[in-house]
Structures are given as C-alpha cells and as structure tokens.
C-alpha cells in the first residue's frame, strides 16, 4: 500500500497550462482506469475534479483534464486562474484499497 | 441537498477509544459504498477504510487493521469509525466521503482527532 508519487510542487502564470504527474505500479494505476483528482483549498474539504482518468463532473470547468499512459496519470489544468492554487491529490482505486498522491501545491505566479 | 456531516472528533490519551459518525443527506446511503479518509496536520490525504453497501465487506489500510472498525447504519443513514488504541499518529482530520466506482464524489468537511496526554 505505497502512496502514488507526485511532484512536490508546480507553479505557472495566469493564463498557461501546468501539468501535474501522477505514478503508480501496474497493481493500482496502471490496472484500472480509476484515477481521480483531487483539488484542496487551505482548511476546506478535498472537491473531485476528475474520476476515471478523464472525466470531469458536473460543475468543473474543462479547463481541467486528465490523462493515463501506463502506470501514470496526469492532470493538466489550462488557462491558469489565481483561484486554480491549491493542492491536488491523484488517487487510484487498487483492487481493495485506495491509494492517494502525496499531493501537489501549485502556485498560481 | 447532498451532504455529509461529520462529528465526534476530540482529544484523547494515547491508547484510547474515540467514535467518529458520518450523517448522510440528500441521497440515497443504502445505494453507496462508503469511505474514510484522513489527513495528518500539514500532510496529504490517506484512505483509511472503505465499506460496501449492506456492510458485507469492510477494507482497511494496513496501519489501522485491528485497531479501527468501520460501520453503518442505512437505516439512520449513519457512517461510523470505531477507533480504538488510537496513537500520536492517528492525529489528523477525519472525512467521511461517498464512494462511486472507485472515486469520492461527496465529501463532508471533516471532523479533528488529537491524540496527545
């Protein structure tokens, strides 16, 4: 049960594209087209803002998007906006667990 | 409204016993697998449990394995985490979140468990 890997942190300007990876093992990532991700704002609950690898729910602009290439996932978020900085957290269902990203913090410059 | 609210979070001993319940609203809880998900002061997200439907199959991480037991009652659409012999380290914030194939789509705002003497 090993956390999936991601970058510490990203940065970018209003107004470009970041993208954030997601690593995992060919047990969790790479087996099942079940990733998700995660956004976080300082003291508030987590909001989905993909499930399965590239779907966006209700309400989540499509300048978010997401990606699987073998055992790694990616989010790409476009068009930075300063209430875009937060962290994200990848997570992959694993058969009978779940395994969550050490999470990202992206700064908006 | 869908919603989740948790409580019953506080500070207790090392070695104690705490009950954290999820309240559910705006949905139909029997129809949903359930999840528990922590987050230590200033660090990331950890899935602590996971419980089917009719509470017929439970999951956990392995660092609560004997120690924590999840529940629910559909019947009052309630989610419970049992948590005993808590540990420094089981000091976190604590999120009830709805499970949907594979995902938490909904998530309650958390509740705080401190566990220090």
């Known amino acids: 049960q090993s956390a999936l890997t991601q970058p510490a942190s990203v940065s970018g300007s209003p107004g470009q594209s970041i993208t954030i990876s997601c690593t995992g093992t060919s047990s969790d990532v790479g087996s099942y087209n079940l990733v998700s991700w995660y956004q976080q704002h300082p003291g508030k609950a987590p909001k989905l803002m993909i499930y399965?690898?590239?779907k966006r729910p209700s309400g989540v602009s499509n300048r978010f998007s997401g990606s699987k290439s073998g055992n790694t996932a990616s989010l790409t978020i476009s068009g930075l906006q300063a209430e875009d900085e937060a962290d994200y957290y990848c997570?992959?269902?694993?058969?009978?667990?779940?395994?969550f990203g050490g999470g990202t913090k992206l700064t908006v410059l | 409204e869908v919603q989740l609210v948790e409580s019953g979070g506080g500070l207790v001993q090392p070695g104690g016993s705490l009950r954290l319940s999820c309240a559910a609203s705006g949905f139909t809880f029997s129809s949903y697998w359930m999840s528990w998900v922590r987050q230590a002061p200033g660090k990331g997200l950890e899935w602590v449990a996971n419980?089917?439907?009719?509470?017929?199959?439970?999951y956990y991480v392995d660092s609560v394995k004997g120690r924590f037991t999840i529940s629910r009652d559909n019947a009052k659409n309630s989610l419970y985490l049992q948590m005993n012999s808590l540990r420094a380290e089981d000091t976190a914030v604590y999120y009830c979140?709805?499970?949907?194939?594979?995902?938490?789509?909904?998530w309650g705002k958390g509740t705080t468990v401190t566990v220090s003497s």
């Open positions: 399965e690898g590239s």
């Open positions: 979140a709805r499970l949907s194939a594979g995902y938490m789509d909904v």
């Open positions: 997570c992959s269902y694993a058969g009978s667990s779940i395994l």
């Open positions: 419980i089917k439907q009719d509470g017929s199959e439970k």
